[in-house]
């Protein structure tokens, strides 16, 4: 598509439920990114794909949250047994390949609340 | 760990005036890309400036330019002619060379231009 396109915009869910968070990339970019934000906060890093691989996951800040990625496209960030801390901005961003300089494309992102 | 520091968390500006954001980082890597985000409040990350560090010419792109300090790992970001719609946030960030892809945020300078 012409842009990195998530869904949903918005999700309100109750705290110990299970959600799924969507990203397409951008056709043809190997690598996608997923971030954090926090309120009034900078970008935490989550997890890099290149490809169908995640070779750094190191950001993932728990066992209930886990990501995965099919057919070098659309990927999704599930996060398990919600609580509140976990209510923020989720960016996904895409990019021609990672580490070279090219800079991202981001998502809309996806505004978590957990209630 | 390898951070980036955005040391004004708000800035004003009058609008037709000019407004430089400040930026420092630290990177053991000689060659790396550092580039500034805006967010506005629709929360899409707008990549404003890119700038690679083997480099010495700053980067400009219109009204937005960088003064780059390789030295003093120093990236600051210059806006001339403010225009109401610059008002968003700002990050700075460091994309590493080599095998580091991650991009790495400052926290954000909130910047707005009053009429």
């Known amino acids: 598509g012409a842009g990195v396109s998530q869904s949903p915009s918005n999700k309100v869910t109750e705290k110990g439920k299970d959600v799924e968070l969507r990203c397409d990339p951008i056709?043809?970019?190997?690598?996608l990114y997923w971030y954090r934000q926090r309120l009034g906060q900078g970008l935490e890093f989550l997890i890099y794909?290149?490809?169908?691989?995640?070779?750094?996951k190191s950001g993932l800040p728990s066992d209930r949250f886990s990501a995965e990625r099919t057919g070098e496209s659309v990927s999704t960030l599930t996060i398990q047994r919600t609580q509140q801390e976990d209510s923020a901005v989720y960016l996904c961003a895409s990019s021609a390949d990672g580490g070279l300089g090219y800079g991202y494309t981001f998502g809309s992102g996806t505004r978590l609340t957990v209630v | 760990a390898q951070t980036v520091t955005q040391s004004q968390p708000e800035m004003s500006v009058q609008e037709a005036e000019t407004v430089t954001l400040s930026c420092t980082y630290d990177?053991?890597?000689?060659?790396?890309?550092l580039f500034w985000y805006k967010q506005p409040p629709s929360r899409q990350m707008i990549l404003v400036i890119r700038?690679?560090?083997?480099?010495?010419q700053n980067a400009t792109e219109n009204r937005f330019s960088v003064n780059f300090q390789k030295a003093a790992k120093s990236f600051s970001l210059k806006i001339s002619d403010s225009q109401l719609g610059d008002t968003a946030m700002y990050f700075c960030a460091r994309e590493g060379g080599g095998s580091n892809y991650k991009l790495t945020f400052g926290k954000g300078t909130l910047l707005t231009v009053n009429p």
């Open positions: 990177t053991s890597e000689n060659n790396y890309y």
């Open positions: 700038q690679e560090a083997y480099k010495q």
């Open positions: 056709s043809g970019h190997t690598a």
């Open positions: 794909f290149q490809g169908n691989s995640a070779p750094d």
